[in-house]
């Protein structure tokens, strides 16, 4: 069917799975590329340790290249989420198994290295925190539990949902891919197949097609890796569009252990040139918040004055240092 917006549609938001046109058949399913055996790798189970890691590194060295193949469907992706971030909006990651826990650690990450509220990004998987840490059988195969965890995290239409699986076809993923795009959100599926259900539901398809893995059906390998690079790309674009970067710098980091305090040291003595003594002052007097650090001693401003011109600029400290 075709939506009000002109796009072609599964009709998954008001049908069930079977009736959505891509239901589960040993033909379709066996037809995947993520669920196709490899003759190459069928005698794996003789093969020497460093004849199976060679053949696992050359399999892994496809992957950038599938990735790069599938940019011009990423690209207006990340784009359209930045947007959405831009306005407010956040930014929600949901996947059973693997790819649920990619989105978990993706999410995780960003708080400490962009300085991000932890509910600005968040991953939501399949089985909840449960299944971070063992396997929560059946719960993917829930498209009404996928709803639910939409609904209870009250998506709207500024919020970006983005569905990872590796088949395009996870019912909980599809579940909540249509409740998102029911209440406005912008959707994104990313799959390794191609004219996948979850391809038909979204906004924005991405499909990152890597072929039959060296353990055949295993999509933690090749597929699991595709797909952290391409959230890789999602967060840390939307982050550097956001303002949370000074060039390649991480200047709106959390420094909150050793390591991350002698980081932030070196930002602000790399951007302003200020000797060590100085750097670490500055970074005190500003609660340890980089940004502050380097426009009390480039431009003089006090932490208040500082924070409003960020805000001002959208935290972007390039804006306020070029000020005229």
Request: charged share 25%; proline share 5%.
């Amino acid at each position: 069917m075709t939506g009000s917006d002109g796009r072609q549609q599964s009709g998954f938001a008001d049908a069930s799975w079977h009736e959505s046109g891509f239901a589960d058949t040993p033909e379709r399913l066996g037809g995947l590329e993520t669920e196709r055996v490899d003759p190459r790798y069928a005698a794996i189970d003789r093969a020497s340790v460093a004849e199976l890691a060679a053949l696992m590194n050359e399999a892994d060295a496809s992957v950038p290249a599938a990735v790069r193949a599938a940019l011009p469907q990423v690209v207006p992706a990340i784009e359209a989420v930045a947007q959405r971030m831009r306005d407010g909006g956040r930014l929600l990651y949901v996947g059973a198994g693997t790819p649920g826990r990619l989105g978990v650690l993706d999410a995780s990450e960003c708080p400490p290295t962009f300085g991000t509220p932890p509910g600005l990004v968040r991953g939501l998987i399949a089985g909840g925190e449960a299944a971070m840490f063992a396997a929560q059988e059946g719960v993917e195969d829930d498209a009404d539990a996928g709803r639910a965890v939409i609904a209870a995290a009250g998506v709207g239409p500024t919020d970006s949902v983005v569905g990872i699986t590796a088949s395009g076809r996870t019912p909980y993923v599809l579940g909540a891919v249509a409740e998102a795009r029911g209440r406005g959100a912008l959707t994104v599926g990313v799959s390794c197949n191609t004219g996948t259900a979850l391809s038909a539901a979204a906004d924005h398809a991405v499909e990152v097609v890597v072929g039959p893995e060296v353990v055949a059906g295993s999509t933690r390998l090749k597929a699991g890796t595709a797909q952290k690079l391409v959230l890789n790309m999602f967060s840390t674009i939307a982050m550097v569009r956001l303002g949370k970067t000074y060039g390649n710098l991480m200047v709106d980091l959390g420094a909150t252990n050793a390591k991350l305090r002698e980081r932030a040291i070196r930002m602000v003595r790399t951007v302003t040139g200020a000797p060590r003594e100085r750097a670490e002052e500055a970074l005190e007097a500003s609660g340890m918040r980089v940004k502050l650090a380097i426009l009390h001693l480039e431009r003089g401003l006090d932490p208040a004055e500082a924070s409003a011109r960020l805000a001002a600029a959208g935290g972007r400290l390039r804006d306020v240092l070029e000020e005229r």
